[in-house]
């Protein structure tokens, strides 16, 4: 586990990337995990998402903020169905509980989240397949 810290600072362009789970994406999305917050229960990444790449369908059981860096996103489909579309740049906002069945990179995008939390990954029908909090991402990161 890490250990309670004051302060921490990440120089980005340092860090290696690494493939996302494949289990929780589609089309080859990278990351690079930034920040770990057991006290708040929040973490921190950075994510390279492809052209033609997406997230599987997930809840966020706490907010989450993020920053489009670069690119685009669909979430929950994007504008054309009923959802969001994030435009680099843009700040966007989740609240606790929100669904997103559909999260696609229709060109080259990047993007910084700061989930306080844990996301749900789930079935079609709503199933959990797993639970990722800042432990599971700290663990995926290696």
Do not use: N
């Not at 903020?65 to 969001?84: F, I, N, P, W």
Request: net charge negative.
């Amino acid at each position: 586990m890490k250990p309670k810290i004051s302060e921490e600072y990440v120089q980005i362009d340092a860090v290696g990337w690494k493939p996302f789970p494949e289990a929780f994406s589609d089309g080859g999305i990278r990351w690079k995990l930034l920040h770990v917050s057991p006290e708040r229960g929040s973490w921190t990444a950075i994510f390279d998402c492809p052209k033609g790449s997406s997230f599987a369908p997930h809840v966020h059981a706490g907010p989450g903020e993020y920053l489009m860096t670069k690119g685009k996103m669909d979430v929950r489909g994007g504008t054309a169905a009923g959802g969001d579309t994030a435009i680099a740049p843009g700040y966007g906002f989740e609240c606790s509980g929100a669904r997103h069945d559909q999260t696609s990179f229709p060109v080259d995008s990047e993007f910084y989240m700061t989930f306080l939390g844990p996301l749900t990954f789930i079935k079609p029908d709503g199933a959990p397949i797993a639970v990722i909090g800042w432990a599971e991402a700290q663990g995926a990161w290696g």
